[in-house]
């Protein structure tokens, strides 16, 4: 089983900037696509940023420009770099990954979840 762990989550102004990361740990053959979604109170989660694991990336309309989906599969990372942050981007942050046992077993597995306070 893989847990990834998310940091980086704070309290920011409008206008500033937080990066975000999720290191997966565990026994780990390979790592499929990885992702960001975020959630606010009385909303559904929303899909933020993907990448593949060719390093294809997509965004959500909202962050185009602004934020900066990117990994390392060295060290089994995924980061979002936020910048221009803006109050609607308040939220809870979390990570996904499409993860591959050493035995072929594919599955998904989630972050525990961050939270970004963007303040006007």
């Known amino acids: 089983q893989v847990a990834l762990v998310e940091s980086g989550g704070g309290l920011v102004q409008a206008g500033g900037s937080l990066r975000l990361s999720c290191a997966a740990s565990g026994t780990i053959f390979s790592i499929n696509a990885m992702g960001w979604y975020r959630q606010a109170p009385g909303k559904q989660r929303e899909l933020v940023a993907t990448?593949?694991?060719?390093?294809?990336?997509n965004y959500a309309d909202s962050v185009k420009g602004r934020f900066t989906i990117s990994r390392d599969n060295a060290k089994n990372t995924v980061y979002l770099q936020m910048n221009s942050l803006k109050p609607e981007d308040t939220g809870v942050y979390y990570c996904?990954?499409?993860?591959?046992?050493?035995?072929?077993?594919?599955?998904?597995?989630w972050g525990q979840g961050t939270q970004v306070t963007v303040s006007s």
């Open positions: 990448i593949t694991s060719g390093g294809s990336t």
């Open positions: 996904n990954a499409g993860l591959v046992s050493r035995i072929g077993v594919v599955y998904n597995s």
